[in-house]
C-alpha cells in the first residue's frame, strides 16, 4: 500500500506541472498584434485613398483586406479560447486528482494513527518484539516499526504539500478563468468591429455594382492594354533570342576563320565553332555572361524584393472576380502604390525594353532566361542595353485609369507568363 501510494504521489507532481503551455498563448498575441498592425496600416491607406479618389476597386480590395484581416483577429481569439479552455480542463482535473489522492492519504494517515494510538503502551511493544522467534526474526520487527514510523511521517507530509498543490491549481484555475472572461470580452468587440466592416464593404460593392457600365468599359480598356503589355514582352523575348542566335554564330564564325588561319597540326576545333544549336531543353538566352546571373535568379525564388516599397496587391496574378461579377484575367499581378512612388529592380540584370503603352511608360528587364516587366510608369531613368542591380529606381508609379496610383508587375520565362507572387518575397 505504501508502494502504491508513494507512485500515485509521484504522478500527480508530474500533472501538476503539466498546463497549458504560456509559450503558445505568447506566439498567438504577438500573431494578434502583427495582424492588428496590419489592420491600421490598411486603415491609413483606406482613409488616404478616400480623400484622394471616388470609391473604386482599390477601396473594395483594402475594405476586402481589412475584413480578412479581421476575421483572422477572431480566429486568432478563437484558438486563444481553445487554448484557456483546455488549460482550464487540465487544471480542474488535476484538482480533481487531488482531491482523490487527498481522501485517501487521510484515510489510510487516520487508520496509521488509530492503530498507533491502540499500540501506545510499553507493554503491546514489548510483546510484539519478545514474540519473536529469534534474534533476526527481532531485529527485523525494530525494522518493521522504525519503518512504520517514517511511513506516518511520509504520510503527514504527502497530506501537507498535496494540500499545497490543491492550493495552487485552484489559483490557477480562478486566474484562467479571468483571462478566459477577458479575452471573451475582446472577442466581442473585434466582433462588433468585424460587423461594421462588413457593412462598409456591402456599401461600397454596392456602389460598385451601380457604375457597372462605366467600370466594364474601364475593365475592356485594361485588358486592351494587358494584351499590348504582354505582345511587348513576347516581342522582347523573340528578340531577344534571335540577337542570342545572331551572337553565337558571329562568335562561332570567327573562331572556324581563326582556326582555318591556323597550322593544319592545331589544336581541334571548338565546339562553338562547330554547333551553334544547343541541345533540346537548353535555352539560347543562356551564355557565359549570364548563366550565373540566371542561377542567381533562380536560387532566390520566393526571396525576391516587391517592385515597390509600400503598396497593395489590386489584382493577383490569373483569374480575378471584380465588385460587378466581370471576370479579367491577369498576366501578373497589379499594385496599387501613391502616384510618384519609386519602382525598383527587383533583381539584378540589362534592360532589354523601354517603350510606351499608349499615356503610359514599360521596362523590360533580362536576367538570363527570366524577363521582369514593369508598366504602368512615369518618369523612367534607365534606357535599352542598361546594366541595373537589385532595387535600382528604374522609374516612378503613375496614375491607372481610374486614377489610382498602379504598376503591372509581370515576370516570364522563354515560354510563358509565371506567377510572379510566388517569387517574391512574402510581406
Not at 82 to 90: V, W
Not at 129 to 150: C, E, G, T
Not at 157 to 183: F, H, P, V
Not at 393 to 420: C, Q, Y
Request: hydrophobic share 35%.
Amino acid at each position: 500500500m505504501l508502494k502504491s501510494l508513494v507512485i500515485s504521489f509521484g504522478l500527480m507532481l508530474v500533472v501538476g506541472v503539466c498546463v497549458a503551455q504560456p509559450q503558445t498563448r505568447d506566439q498567438l498575441e504577438k500573431q494578434r498584434q502583427d495582424l492588428k498592425k496590419e489592420i491600421e496600416e490598411t486603415q491609413i491607406l483606406l482613409n488616404k485613398n478616400k480623400s484622394d479618389t471616388r470609391e473604386g476597386l482599390l477601396q473594395w480590395r483594402l475594405i476586402s483586406k481589412k475584413v480578412n484581416l479581421q476575421n483572422k483577429v477572431i480566429d486568432n481569439i478563437n484558438k486563444d479560447l481553445h487554448e484557456l479552455n483546455n488549460n482550464i480542463y487540465i487544471i480542474q482535473r488535476d484538482i480533481y486528482r487531488y482531491n482523490r489522492l487527498l481522501d485517501t492519504l487521510k484515510q489510510e494517515y487516520a487508520k496509521s494513527m488509530v492503530y498507533a494510538y491502540k499500540n501506545r503502551g510499553n507493554y503491546e511493544f514489548l510483546n510484539f518484539l519478545f514474540s519473536a522467534n529469534n534474534f533476526n526474526d527481532a531485529v527485523k520487527r525494530i525494522a518493521y516499526l522504525k519503518s512504520y514510523r517514517n511511513y506516518r511521517e511520509v504520510q503527514g507530509e504527502n497530506i501537507l504539500r498535496t494540500q499545497e498543490l490543491r492550493k495552487k491549481r485552484i489559483s490557477d484555475l480562478s486566474g484562467a478563468r479571468n483571462q478566459k472572461n477577458e479575452t471573451l470580452k475582446t472577442q466581442n468587440k473585434e466582433m462588433s468591429v468585424l460587423a461594421t466592416e462588413q457593412k462598409e464593404k456591402d456599401r461600397i460593392l454596392a456602389n460598385l455594382q451601380k457604375q457597372g457600365k462605366q467600370l466594364n468599359q474601364q475593365i475592356a480598356a485594361k485588358q486592351r492594354q494587358m494584351k499590348k503589355v504582354n505582345n511587348a514582352i513576347a516581342a522582347a523575348i523573340k528578340k531577344a533570342k534571335e540577337d542570342a542566335i545572331r551572337e553565337a554564330k558571329l562568335k562561332a564564325e570567327r573562331e572556324k576563320a581563326t582556326l582555318a588561319k591556323a597550322p593544319s597540326s592545331a589544336a581541334t576545333p571548338s565546339p562553338t565553332a562547330t554547333r551553334v544549336v544547343k541541345k533540346p531543353g537548353e535555352s539560347v538566352l543562356l551564355n557565359e555572361q549570364n548563366m550565373a546571373l540566371n542561377a542567381s535568379f533562380e536560387k532566390n525564388r520566393g526571396a525576391l524584393p516587391w517592385p515597390v516599397d509600400r503598396g497593395t496587391v489590386l489584382m493577383s496574378y490569373g483569374s480575378n472576380t471584380l465588385p460587378s461579377g466581370t471576370i479579367i484575367n491577369n498576366f501578373g499581378v497589379t499594385i496599387a502604390s501613391d502616384i510618384g512612388t519609386s519602382v525598383k529592380a527587383v533583381f539584378s540584370g540589362t534592360v532589354s525594353t523601354v517603350t510606351s503603352i499608349e499615356d503610359m511608360q514599360m521596362v523590360i528587364i533580362q536576367h538570363g532566361r527570366y524577363f521582369t516587366s514593369y508598366s504602368n510608369l512615369s518618369g523612367v531613368s534607365v534606357s535599352k542595353g542598361q546594366e541595373v542591380s537589385t532595387g535600382q529606381v528604374i522609374g516612378k508609379v503613375a496614375a491607372n485609369l481610374d486614377g489610382v496610383g498602379t504598376i503591372d508587375f509581370l515576370m516570364s520565362d522563354e515560354r510563358s507568363n509565371i506567377n510572379p507572387e510566388t517569387w517574391l518575397r512574402k510581406r
